[in-house]
């Protein structure tokens, strides 16, 4: 079986039959991918251990011809900020002229996010087309190997859509920690882990140093290895990891020569300027496009991938990265998705993330008063959040996302949030409710702020897509 489009390189796919189930369209796509296990939606303590192994990940993409192996990548690993790391690079390397593939999770509106080649994601046929074949190649390693999950399905069409799209190089997000996650079949040109926060314990360890480890199995012998300024207990395991692949682990502050100031001026307003200086790069006062500090360090590592890049035959001059990192995509973070009332989303979902987010809204826009709508998953440091949460909020809606087994019930954030702070609280189970009690409850000059988890984020980010959508018909009728 073939897949193939003009202008781009065709994947070989192997006769290994048609699917057992029917793919006749991007609906019938969706349901198949939805059939199989998905790890992202289960809660941590209940997934079992022996399904996160790489062999049947291998297994899937033998069956498809590998086409990892034609496509060229960064891997990129991190508790916090991979994502944003991830665009910020996918960006700049746009703005130098190449077709560059991008592999993130979770997605905001629709799956196909996950899945872009500068930044237009895939196309309905294109990931219809590509499952049949991933459905063929996951049906005949079922027998030796079991089903494969939603992630790894995912993976698979992705790295056959990169493969077929002929990209200049792929930016690749893991899903869960390093070592195991379905990624890291590929072999990279660089590696970068963002910064490491408690997550996952029950899978990854309940230690920063045991979750390090598990990030630390991307590194690759002989692969470049980056990472942002860590705890020393960190940094010492992921010198040490990087030592064990064969390779040398370098610092932003450290070995990579990193500065960052911020600062506010008439255009840009309130944002942070980074500069990277290496023997190959010279990057100086370069503006943060994403907003809040700590996109600094985010930024700062994507020019230090560049500069790897660079050494390994992409040309990444400063006035075209410069160009480029200011088209990077908000994309959930600090997302301003409506402006009267204002509403921004963030897919904030640990303490740290809270925190940093409180710390932006602060620095970056001006209000009176601010409204937050607040759900996550049970599975993560709630109270932690909602320490966070009582520093910045002024009244606080909890609500839970449709879209997330996972989500906590509101009653029981309000009754937690109750033990931390005297701040106004209000449940309101259903996020389209909340929005609305929000809109009423609030004046000219202030803000409401959609955030705890990316399910509830990207849930608002559609609600309020499609009502524009439907305001703008009901517009052209008249």
């Given amino acids: 079986m073939t897949t193939g489009a003009s202008g781009g390189q065709t994947v070989q796919i192997p006769s290994i039959g048609p699917p057992r189930r029917a793919i006749a369209n991007y609906q019938s796509a969706l349901k198949y991918l939805n059939s199989h296990i998905n790890i992202e939606r289960m809660r941590t303590d209940r997934i079992d251990r022996s399904m996160l192994t790489l062999d049947r990940m291998k297994a899937l993409l033998g069956a498809l011809g590998n086409p990892h192996r034609d496509v060229r990548c960064v891997h990129v690993a991190g508790s916090k900020g ?77 790295l056959v859509h990169f493969a077929d799209q002929a990209v200049d190089i792929a930016i690749i997000e893991t899903g869960l920690g390093g070592r195991l996650d379905s990624t890291n079949v590929v072999q ?30 991307i590194f690759k012998p002989g692969i470049a290895a980056l990472s942002v300024p860590q705890t020393a207990g960190v940094e010492a395991v992921l010198r040490e990891k990087a030592e064990e692949a064969g390779t040398e682990l370098q610092m932003l502050g450290k070995e ?10 008439v255009e840009l307003g309130p944002h942070a300027r980074v500069s990277l200086t290496t023997e190959r790069s010279e990057y100086e006062h370069l503006p943060v496009p994403l907003k809040g500090e700590h996109q600094a360090h985010n930024c700062g590592l994507a020019l230090a991938i560049l500069d790897q890049l660079r050494d390994r035959g992409y040309e990444t001059p400063e006035r075209a990265v410069l160009l480029g990192l200011a088209n990077t995509p908000a994309n ?16 904030a979902h640990n303490p740290e993330s809270i925190k940093a987010l409180v710390k932006a809204i602060g620095a970056h826009m001006k209000y009176d008063s601010m409204v937050v709508i607040f759900g996550c998953a ?18 606080i809606l909890f609500t839970r996302s449709s879209d997330n087994p996972r989500a906590i019930d509101p009653k029981e954030l309000q009754r937690r949030f109750a033990e931390i702070s005297p701040k106004m609280t209000q449940v309101v189970p259903k996020l ?14 202030d803000l409401i702020c959609v955030t705890g988890s990316f399910y509830l984020a990207g849930e608002a980010k559609k609600m309020l897509q499609d009502a524009k959508a439907k305001a703008k018909r009901s517009k052209a009728k008249r």
């Fill in 432 to 445: 389209k409710e909340a929005i609305n009690t929000a809109h009423k409850a609030i004046g000219r000059d």
């Fill in 332 to 347: 959930g973070r600090m997302d301003l998705v409506w402006k009267d009332p204002r509403i921004i989303i963030d897919g």
């Fill in 82 to 158: 991979k994502g944003s790391t991830v665009e910020m690079t996918a960006s700049c390397l746009e703005g130098c002229g190449y077709a560059v593939g991008i592999y993130t999770s979770p997605h905001l509106v629709h799956i196909r996010e996950r899945i872009r080649v500068n930044n237009s994601p895939i196309a309905h046929a294109r990931f219809t087309q590509g499952m049949v074949g991933v459905a063929a190649a996951a049906d005949s390693i079922e027998a030796d190997h079991g089903k494969p999950t939603y992630f790894e399905v995912l993976t698979a069409l992705a």
């Fill in 256 to 265: 990579i020569d990193f500065s960052y100031r911020f600062e506010a001026n």
């Fill in 188 to 217: 990279p040109e660089v590696t970068a882990i963002t910064a490491i926060q408690l997550e996952h314990v029950e899978l990854l360890g309940t230690t920063l140093e045991a979750i390090a480890a598990e990030k630390a199995g």
């Fill in 378 to 395: 049970e599975d993560k440091d709630v109270d932690g959040m909602l320490h966070m949460l009582a520093l910045g909020a002024d009244k």
